[in-house]
């Protein structure tokens, strides 16, 4: 019996989390709130902390959030790009933050930044069972493969400066797995085709 292939072919872009929150006023049709929080753990520009945050609390155009501007920008370049094309805009300004998590997976997790100015609380609780996602490196034509532990949150919530965004969660279906627009992303790994 030929032995199992135990190595991925693909070769690592990035590993860490990627967790998201997307909230809606209209049944899902729109979001008016996103935030895309990331916790590197290793890059080839090094590991730390971003967040990218879409709002009307936070004004006309996105914001971004990081520890290390390299790997804001190595995101921006790289995945964000796939991901939502407005949180890639390396014109947006990087402002200077703490990151810190609060809870757990078995109730609330929270994930808070701070700037000088400005306070940020994620909120994720009354989880779903989680999925792993697994996409190699040309799936939904992308260049990039990913490899992520989901759990779905159906309930969420962002909060800026002390107040509390409008809006729900989505329910929505990933390859008849059920899940929602606001999901913890962690044991996540990017890919692509070795060189």
């Known amino acids: 019996m030929p032995e199992p292939q135990l190595v991925d072919p693909h070769d690592p872009v990035m590993t860490g989390e990627n967790s998201f929150l997307r909230l809606s006023n209209d049944d899902g049709a729109t979001f008016t709130h996103r935030a895309s929080h990331w916790r590197v753990l290793w890059s080839p520009v090094g590991q730390g ?45 990087i402002t200077d933050a703490k990151f810190e998590r609060a809870g757990h997976s078995l109730s609330t997790v929270e994930e808070r930044i701070v700037s000088a100015r400005d306070s940020v609380l994620l909120s994720w609780w009354d989880l779903m069972p989680p999925f792993i996602l697994t996409m190699p490196p040309g799936a939904m034509n992308r260049p990039l493969g990913v490899y992520s ?40 790994t990017w890919t692509k085709p070795r060189e």
């Open 49 to 93: 902390h971003a967040l990218f945050l879409e709002s009307p609390l936070v004004g006309k155009t996105p914001r971004i959030y990081a520890d290390n501007p390299a790997v804001a920008r190595f995101l921006q370049r790289t995945i964000e790009v796939m991901l939502y094309k407005p949180f890639a805009d390396e014109s947006l300004p």
């Open 149 to 188: 532990t989901f759990l779905p949150a159906r309930a969420a919530q962002l909060t800026f400066n002390e107040e509390v965004a409008t809006g729900r969660v989505i329910p929505q279906d990933r390859s008849g797995r059920p899940m929602t627009s606001c999901c913890l992303a962690w044991s996540e």
